[in-house]
Every structure is written in structure tokens, then in C-alpha cells.
């Protein structure tokens, strides 16, 4: 199969009318140019593909130490310096036990003082080690726990607790990066053109995800063949365009909402990363489809009602994996007290692709036109194809919008009000 097959419940070729082709190759030619909006920070594009074996060494050889001399590695950052390698972990990690014998926590992607209290209080008697990142180096929930984390290694490790800390920030500005100068903390760069939420390639995304014990190497390469493979302006072979271009023709039909919906409770944090990515990129002067996320079949026995029949404003993405890593068969048991002997010899996958349908057709008849996106399976390399689609997908559809998928000029507004609040220097 494709490394990711696209269905639409009507005609994707319908979609592709002369007009839309020409806008799309209009918007590879702006996009690949560097040319369109925001083309300042279109340094993820051909990032998996020029990633220099130096980077990666020094990637590498830093998990490795980490590994070498932690149990719980405190990975501090917010938005896109987070969900990236929350998504990956997430996405990868077994459920129940340490694949890789470190245990990796987050902190800092929200203001909780009983969290933090309590995640202090879980480092105690382990070896720890930090990674905080931020790109502008100024976020206050990431800032607000590293100062709560650098106070507890100081008083822990003394004089070695700078050997315990990295920082993955901007190379030129802001106070993380002073504060990394000062005392001396490695440090990794977060490119000046790269996003935040484009950002699971550099090193945000991959100290985090190799110290745990995942090939970054296979990651990049995913991402690097999706790279090279919807670089196309066949449009009939190139899925990435195709998405960007179904969802804007529904957008324009008054379908406001993509829901996207998946049978595996380990994408959970791929979902949310994608409500990042497509929210704060198109989000802006009015317009924009509202990313939303359910957990099938959990959110059946809750949200399904309202998809069913709610709203009509709703269109829905199915995001499958073709082969699960692991399955259970229903076995067939003596007494039949649970009368679930009709589905002896059904894996739980089967369940699941039984699930899907029944819910695809039920959903179909309730006015929800749908999409599905299946991947092969899930492991670095699918991870970081399937990453690497969504982004492109993402700047073609802004650009589809003719927003600047680059920017996310309404978030200060919250901030300043609170800056406000809080009395702020300068505020
Ligand atoms: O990496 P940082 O500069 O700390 O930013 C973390 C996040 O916070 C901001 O408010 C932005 O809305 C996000 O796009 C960003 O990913």
C-alpha cells in the first residue's frame, strides 16, 4: 500500500476541477519558490533531506548520555515545543511499561502547582536530567517550571546540575538562551525559519525522542520520503495536496469543523499536535476550519451522538493504521454468560475495522461527509512520513485560504491581558 492512502466519501477527482488544479500549482510554485506568505520560515520544508550527519551525531550522542546518566528525563515546553515529541512518544511508547528503561515526563505545557509539586516529589531518589525548549525563549508556563526545575537541580546535583540541563532555544535571543550562556548548559538551536509547530524535526522533536530510545534516524527518513514524494505537481498522485484541497471544497460548502477521528488510543497526541498545526495555521482573519479530535470507539458512547446528528457543519477524518503491533483474539468461552461467542476468532483490530465501517456508514447517513487517511503501520518511519504530510498538507491548505500559515499573530492577545494583570514590566 501507500505510505498514505487518501479516501474521500465523494470524488476526490470531482474536487480537482482545472480551477483548483491551477491554484495548487500555483501554491507549489509559491511554496517551493519561497515565494507565498510567511516564506521566512519555510525551513522545515526540505529539512529532513539536507539534515546533516553531524546534527544528528550530536543528537545522538547526547540521548545517549542522558540515557547513560538518568532514570526520568523532564522534557519543559508548551505548543509546539511539546506536542511533537509528545505525539511521537506517545504514538510509539508501549502503554504500560519503559520500552527503553528511561522515563520521560513533561513539564511546563501547563500551570498546574499540584502537578509540578507532585512531579518534584516523583524525581526524588531517580537521576534526572532536563531538557527544556523554547523558541523564543520567553514562554511563561515553560519558564515558570524550569525555574521551579533548575532551583531543584542546584539544591540536588550542586555544581553538576549544569550538566544535567540542556536547552534547545533560539541561537540569537531571548532569556532562556542567557540563561543557558551563563551557566553553561548544552545547548541545541531551534532554527530561525522553522515554527514552532513545524518544528518535530529539529532537535525539539528529536533529543526527546532518540534520549527515549526511538531511531531518529528511521523518523527523518519517513520524513524525508514523504519530502521527496509530494514534491509532485501530479495532483492525482499527490495525497498531501489532494487533503488540502478536499477540505477547502468542504470548507467552502459550509463544512466548518474537521473532526478527526482514530480507532488507536496511541495517536491520541498526534491529534492533538495536528489541532495545533492546522488551528494556529489557519485560524486567522476570519476564516479557517476548526480542528477537533475524538477517540474511536471511546467517544462513540459520547461524542458520536452529536456527529450523528448535531450540527451539519461537521465533516469528519478518519486517521487508520492498517497493522496494529500487537492483537488479541475473542476467544471462545465455555459459558457464553457474556453472549460474545458470535465473535470467537475476531481480533480486536477486526473489531475495530468492523467499528469503523459500521460508524463511517452510520455517520455518512447522518450528512457527514468523510475522508480517511490509512497508514501502514505505526513505527519511526511511518511517524515521521505522516508528520511530514500533514505539514505540507497544512501550507497548502492556508495557502488554499490565502492565509499565512506561518504566523499566529492572535495569540499574544491573551498574553498581554494577562501580562496586564500580572503587572508585567512593560506591560
Ligand atoms: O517555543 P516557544 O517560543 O516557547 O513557544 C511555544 C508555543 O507558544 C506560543 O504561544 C505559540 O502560540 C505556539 O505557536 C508556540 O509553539
Not at 144 to 169: C, H, N, Q, S, W
Not at 236 to 253: G, K, M
Amino acid at each position: 500500500m501507500n505510505m498514505v492512502e487518501l479516501t474521500f466519501s465523494e470524488s476526490i477527482g470531482a474536487v480537482l476541477t482545472l480551477e483548483k488544479r491551477a491554484r495548487l500549482k500555483q501554491i507549489h510554485e509559491d511554496l517551493y519558490n519561497k515565494k507565498g506568505k510567511g516564506s521566512d520560515f519555510l525551513g522545515w520544508l526540505d529539512w529532513p533531506s539536507t539534515l546533516d550527519e553531524e546534527f544528528l551525531k550530536k543528537v545522538e550522542k547526547t540521548a545517549a548520555q542522558i540515557r547513560d546518566k538518568a532514570d526520568v528525563l523532564v522534557v519543559i515546553g508548551i505548543g509546539g515545543s511539546y506536542l511533537g515529541a509528545k505525539a511521537v512518544l506517545s504514538a510509539l511508547a508501549p502503554y504500560f511499561s519503559k520500552e527503553s528503561g528511561l522515563e520521560v515526563v513533561f513539564a511546563g505545557h501547563q500551570v498546574s502547582g499540584e502537578y509540578l509539586k507532585q512531579l518534584l516529589a516523583h524525581l526524588d531518589g531517580k537521576r534526572v536530567m532536563v531538557n527544556v525548549i523554547s523558541k523564543s525563549g520567553k514562554t511563561t508556563e515553560p519558564a515558570i517550571a524550569f525555574r521551579f526545575l533548575k532551583d531543584y537541580m542546584e539544591k540536588r546535583y550542586g555544581k553538576e546540575a549544569p550538566e544535567r540541563i540542556i536547552v534547545t532555544t533560539d541561537a540569537e535571543k531571548g532569556a532562556l538562551l542567557t540563561l543557558a550562556e551563563e551557566n553553561g548548559y548544552e545547548r541545541f538551536v531551534v532554527p530561525a525559519d522553522v515554527g514552532g509547530r513545524y518544528s518535530v524535526f529539529t532537535a525539539v522533536g528529536l533529543v526527546p525522542i532518540a534520549a527515549a530510545g526511538y531511531s531518529i534516524r528511521d523518523l527523518v527518513a519517513g520524513a524525508a520520503n514523504a519530502e521527496e514524494l509530494y514534491n509532485n505537481t501530479d495532483f492525482d498522485e499527490n495525497p498531501a495536496a489532494q487533503y488540502a484541497a478536499v477540505r477547502h471544497q468542504l470548507y467552502v460548502e459550509g463544512y466548518t469543523t474537521e473532526v478527526m477521528a482514530t480507532f488507536e488510543p496511541k495517536l491520541s497526541f498526534v491529534q492533538e499536535w495536528w489541532k495545533q498545526l492546522f488551528g494556529e495555521s489557519e485560524g486567522k482573519e476570519g476564516k479557517g476550519i476548526f480542528p477537533a479530535s475524538v477517540s474511536f470507539t471511546t467517544d462513540l458512547h459520547s461524542m458520536g451522538q452529536y456527529i450523528q446528528d448535531g450540527k451539519r457543519n461537521l465533516f469528519e477524518t478518519f486517521l487508520l493504521v492498517q497493522k496494529a503491533k500487537e492483537d488479541l483474539s475473542i476467544f471462545e468461552a465455555d459459558n457464553d454468560g457474556d453472549e460474545l461467542n458470535y465473535m470467537a476468532g475476531l481480533s480486536l483490530q477486526e473489531f475495530n475495522h468492523v467499528a469503523y465501517k459500521g460508524t463511517s456508514s452510520a455517520h455518512l447517513d447522518g450528512g457527514v461527509p468523510q475522508l480517511s487517511l490509512t497508514i501502514p503501520k505505526i513505527d519511526e518511519y511511518h511517524m515521521g512520513h505522516l508528520l511530514y504530510f500533514y505539514m505540507l498538507a497544512c501550507a497548502y491548505s492556508a495557502y488554499l485560504l490565502d492565509i499565512n500559515p506561518f504566523d499566529q499573530p492572535g495569540v499574544e492577545d491573551y498574553k498581554n491581558n494577562v501580562f496586564k494583570l500580572l503587572n508585567k514590566p512593560g506591560f
